[in-house]
């Protein structure tokens, strides 16, 4: 069983990692120096590798911190939608009782008051993320089935899960909410949308709430 993440402070942004931070982290020896690169391209948080030197020549070579979005509209939302808390809980509570294929963390923090967490994780590379918009083909869907199989297996009809209220939380999407962030979506990413794809979300909008009923229909 996986060993769970040390509770440290938060990191706001990746100009506030040190090394004596990564080292309590890590429970290595000194950390002598490092150097971070952004990898993915998350929009309600950001991730960085760090490239580690250590004092005594120690391991690992790399991990991956997560942090939450420096855009303060951003950071909201995330707070706003729970996905900071259930990201940081999921890592405590869940991930040590799972193991693969889930990377280890190393720490986890988070900070409710004003909507900062922050993840230090192992680094998965040589493992490439998905693009969402491109999809997959028939070899990696069979790869991702197997992986959410053995994500779901060892907590499959938890009784004590089923009841914790982090986890089952109700949905605050509504059709409100999604009218309400549509017109700063399309000021931010307009440029990215096509006409047509554009004119398809504002009339889905009006009928986000009756698509949500059906999703949640028995």
């Given at each position: 069983?996986?060993?769970?993440?040390?509770?440290?402070?938060?990191?706001?942004?990746?100009?506030?990692?040190?090394?004596?931070?990564?080292?309590?982290?890590?429970?290595s020896g000194p950390v002598s120096s490092f150097e971070t690169e952004q990898i993915g391209t998350g929009q309600m948080s950001s991730s960085h590798r760090v490239r580690l030197r250590f004092a005594d020549g120690g391991a690992p070579a790399t991990a991956v911190l997560k942090v939450a979005a420096s855009d303060?509209?951003?950071r909201a939302t995330g707070l706003g939608l729970g996905i900071y808390e259930r990201e940081v809980r999921f890592y405590r509570e869940l991930a040590p009782r799972i193991g693969?294929?889930?990377?280890?963390?190393?720490?986890?923090?988070?900070?409710?008051?004003?909507?900062?967490f922050t993840l230090l994780l192992e680094d998965a590379a040589p493992a490439r993320v998905?693009?969402?918009?491109?999809?997959?083909?028939?070899?990696?869907a069979k790869l991702a089935l197997d992986a959410l199989a053995r994500l779901h297996a060892p907590l499959f009809e938890d009784a004590q899960l089923s009841s914790s209220g982090w986890l089952n939380?109700?949905?605050?999407?509504?059709?409100?909410?999604v009218a309400g962030l549509l017109?700063?979506?399309?000021?931010?990413?307009g440029?990215?949308?096509?006409?047509?794809?554009?004119?398809?979300?504002?009339?889905?909008?009006p009928r986000v709430d009756d698509w949500l009923g059906l999703q949640r229909s028995p």
């Open positions: 069983m996986a060993v769970a993440p040390r509770s440290l402070a938060t990191v706001r942004t990746v100009e506030d990692l040190d090394a004596g931070w990564l080292q309590a982290a890590l429970d303060f509209t951003s693969g294929p889930v990377p280890a963390c190393r720490a986890a923090a988070y900070d409710e008051a004003e909507g900062w998905g693009d969402q918009i491109a999809g997959c083909d028939v070899t990696q939380r109700p949905s605050p999407v509504s059709g409100a909410l017109p700063e979506f399309l000021q931010r990413y440029d990215r949308v096509t006409p047509e794809h554009r004119a398809l979300c504002e009339r889905f909008v």
